[in-house]
C-alpha cells in the first residue's frame, strides 16, 4: 500500500514506536534545525513508513523526559513537523481520570480541553490569531483513533474532555474535585497549547489519552497518581498506543485528504489578524 499525496504524519509522545522495527519501516534519523521559536524537544527524531506512509516521531518530553510540560518548546516542535511536511498530527498523552468508568489502563479520545494553564506557555506563532478551537481535535481522526481501538478489542472512550493543568506538581484533592464538578473527564499537562499550535500551523490535529490512573480523588489510595503508578502504567499503555496508532496510520493511508488539507490551511490563513 502506498500513500496519497501530501500525507505525512507527526506523532508526538513517548509511544516507543521508533523503538519497533516491526511497526515502523526504513527507520532513519532525522537533525531538526533550529526554528525561529528555538529548538524542539528532541533535536534527532526518527522518521519511518507505516503502509507506505512517512511517519515522524517526536518525543515530547526529549529522550531523556527532561523536559517539564512547562517547558515544552511546543512552538517549536510543532513548527519542526510542519517545515518536514506533516499534514497530520497525532499525539499521545498520558492523563489522569475523573471518572469512575474510565478506569485506569483504558484509552479516550480527547474531544474539547478546558485550559487552566497559567500563562507560562507560549501559545501562538503570531501576534494575534484568532485560531477557531470549537472542535480542537480532528473529527474524522478522532473517529480512525476509536474505530482502530475498538477493531483491536481495546476499551476506549470516546468524546473526552480533559482539563489542562499547568504542573508539575498533580492535582490537590480540591482541585480535582472542582473539575470533576465542571464535567471534565480527564486531567493532564500537555493538551495545551499544543492543539492551538497544530490548528495555527493548518495541521490535523487527535489525542489519543492513556489513563494511569484516578488522579486523588478516588475512595482507592492505591489508585492516587504517583510517578511510580505513572511509570507502571505505561508499559501496558504503551502497547496499547503503539497497536492503535498503527491501524490508524493504515487506514489513513487509503483516504483522500486534498480537501481536509486545504480546510485546513484556509482556516489558519484566515485567523491571522497580525502576523
Known amino acids: 500500500m502506498t500513500s496519497l499525496p501530501h500525507c505525512k504524519i507527526g506523532i508526538i509522545g513517548g509511544t516507543g514506536?521508533?523503538?519497533?522495527?516491526?511497526?515502523?519501516?526504513?527507520?532513519?534519523?532525522?537533525?531538526?534545525?533550529?526554528?525561529?521559536?528555538?529548538?524542539?524537544?528532541?533535536?534527532?527524531i526518527i522518521e519511518g513508513v507505516?503502509?507506505?506512509?512517512?511517519?515522524?516521531?517526536?518525543?515530547?518530553?526529549?529522550?531523556?523526559?527532561?523536559?517539564?510540560?512547562?517547558?515544552?518548546?511546543?512552538?517549536?516542535?510543532?513548527?519542526?513537523?510542519?517545515e518536514l511536511g506533516c499534514t497530520h498530527i497525532l499525539v499521545t498523552n498520558a492523563v489522569g481520570s475523573l471518572r469512575e468508568d474510565f478506569a485506569p489502563g483504558h484509552l479516550a479520545i480527547i474531544d474539547q480541553y478546558v485550559d487552566r494553564t497559567a500563562g507560562k506557555r507560549a501559545n501562538t506563532f503570531y501576534t494575534?490569531?484568532?485560531?477557531?478551537?470549537?472542535?480542537?481535535?480532528?473529527?474524522?481522526?478522532?473517529?480512525?483513533?476509536?474505530?482502530?481501538?475498538?477493531?483491536?478489542?481495546?476499551?476506549?472512550?470516546?468524546?473526552?474532555?480533559?482539563?489542562?493543568?499547568?504542573?508539575?506538581?498533580?492535582?490537590?484533592?480540591?482541585?480535582?474535585?472542582?473539575?470533576?464538578?465542571?464535567?471534565?473527564?480527564?486531567?493532564?499537562?500537555?493538551?495545551?497549547?499544543?492543539?492551538?499550535l497544530a490548528a495555527e500551523a493548518g495541521l490535523m490535529y487527535a489525542s489519543l489519552a492513556l489513563v494511569t490512573?484516578?488522579?486523588?480523588?478516588?475512595?482507592?489510595?492505591?489508585?492516587?497518581?504517583?510517578?511510580?503508578?505513572?511509570?507502571?502504567?505505561?508499559?501496558?499503555?504503551?502497547?496499547?498506543?503503539?497497536?492503535?496508532?498503527a491501524d490508524t496510520i493504515t487506514q489513513m493511508a487509503s483516504i483522500d485528504w486534498s480537501k481536509d488539507i486545504d480546510k485546513m490551511k484556509k482556516q489558519a490563513a484566515g485567523a491571522i489578524m497580525t502576523p
Request: aromatic share 6%; proline share 7%; glycine share 6%.
Open 17 to 44: 514506536l521508533d523503538r519497533d522495527p516491526n511497526l515502523l519501516k526504513s527507520q532513519k534519523e532525522v537533525t531538526l534545525p533550529t526554528t525561529p521559536f528555538g529548538d524542539p524537544s528532541d533535536k534527532v
Open 50 to 82: 507505516i503502509s507506505g506512509v512517512t511517519v515522524y516521531v517526536m518525543g515530547r518530553h526529549g529522550k531523556k523526559h527532561d523536559v517539564n510540560p512547562s517547558n515544552v518548546n511546543y512552538r517549536a516542535n510543532i513548527w519542526s513537523l510542519k
Open 128 to 196: 494575534v490569531s484568532h485560531i477557531p478551537q470549537g472542535k480542537p481535535f480532528y473529527p474524522k481522526l478522532q473517529e480512525l483513533l476509536e474505530a482502530s481501538a475498538r477493531k483491536l478489542g481495546l476499551p476506549v472512550h470516546p468524546k473526552a474532555t480533559i482539563v489542562a493543568i499547568e504542573g508539575p506538581r498533580y492535582s490537590t484533592l480540591a482541585e480535582s474535585k472542582l473539575y470533576q464538578s465542571w464535567g471534565c473527564h480527564l486531567v493532564g499537562m500537555t493538551t495545551c497549547p499544543e492543539a492551538q
Open 213 to 245: 490512573d484516578y488522579d486523588v480523588w478516588h475512595d482507592s489510595e492505591e489508585e492516587h497518581v504517583t510517578v511510580e503508578l505513572v511509570d507502571k502504567r505505561m508499559k501496558d499503555l504503551g502497547e496499547k498506543a503503539r497497536a492503535v496508532l
